[in-house]
């Protein structure tokens, strides 16, 4: 009986193949890791390139917040539109790659509402309901995903804020206990995350800076304590010592208004 040949061409070739659908996986792997690194080190638009090569809905929608963070933070006034038209775009491509990723809803949200500051009021206020939507369904598919509750947050607090009390709710149901039950959770969920107080003040200030200062200047004060682990935390930081000079100077205000 004759030994089997372990170089029989037949098994090169199946070895071959074997090989190259490793190193396809490996490259994969690769290609998502350096789109995560490249965001953490502040390369946005790279990251953006990056995952929205990847095709799937956890790529578009890393691709959407890339995109939308260098729009928002970084990007001149003259790019910001476009960039944000993106990226909205790119999220809608997440949520129909999977409607089931919680994370491409919240994306599809956050891209909305930023690129909402881009336009007119009239524009601006046709979008509310669908970033609402959005959170929610992000909610509904992770209740512990505490980005969705600081976006509820804020959606609830802004318009308060913007329209008051009555308006907001007549119009919207937007309502300033729901905006702090929402702070609250996500608090709750991160306690130790630096954009997790820095989102709670900033939705105070926006309800009512004058009631609610020495709660968001206490969170504001954790928020910068905390570590910024990455770029994007870097900017946050900075975000965060910007508000609190906004309310200190704000108190500096309202003392020379006393002195009348």
Not at 59 to 82: P, R, T
Request: proline share 2%.
């Amino acid at each position: 009986m004759k030994s089997q040949n372990r170089h029989h061409p037949v098994n090169a070739v199946c070895l071959f193949f074997v090989c190259a659908l490793s190193l396809i996986g490996v490259a994969h792997a690769q290609t998502i890791d350096q789109a995560r690194a490249a965001y953490a080190q502040g390369r946005f638009t790279e990251a953006a390139r990056i995952s929205e090569g990847l095709g799937t809905s956890q790529g578009f929608a890393l691709s959407a917040e890339s995109l939308s963070v260098h729009a928002h933070y970084i990007a001149g006034e003259g790019e910001k539109k476009a960039l944000l038209e993106r990226a909205v775009a790119l999220a809608r491509k997440a949520v129909l790659s999977d409607p089931k990723n919680a994370e491409a809803h919240l994306q599809l949200a956050r891209t909305i509402g930023r690129r909402a500051e881009t336009v007119g009021v009239l524009e601006a206020a046709g979008e509310a309901e669908k970033i609402r939507e959005s959170t929610e369904n992000a909610l509904r598919l992770n209740p512990k995903l505490v980005a969705a509750h600081l976006s509820l947050g804020r959606w609830h607090s802004e318009l308060v804020g913007a329209m008051g009390s009555f308006m907001a709710r007549t119009v919207y149901g937007a309502r300033k206990k729901d905006a702090i039950s929402s702070f609250e959770k996500a608090l709750a969920l991160a306690p130790n995350e630096k954009y997790v107080p820095l989102q709670y003040a900033l939705g105070l200030m926006a309800l009512d800076d004058f009631r609610y200062r020495e709660k968001a200047r206490d969170l504001l004060m954790r928020a910068i304590k905390l570590p910024a682990k990455d770029a994007y935390g870097r900017i946050l930081h900075t975000e965060a010592l910007e508000a609190l000079n906004r309310l200190n100077e704000s108190d500096d205000d309202d003392d020379d208004d006393d002195d009348y």
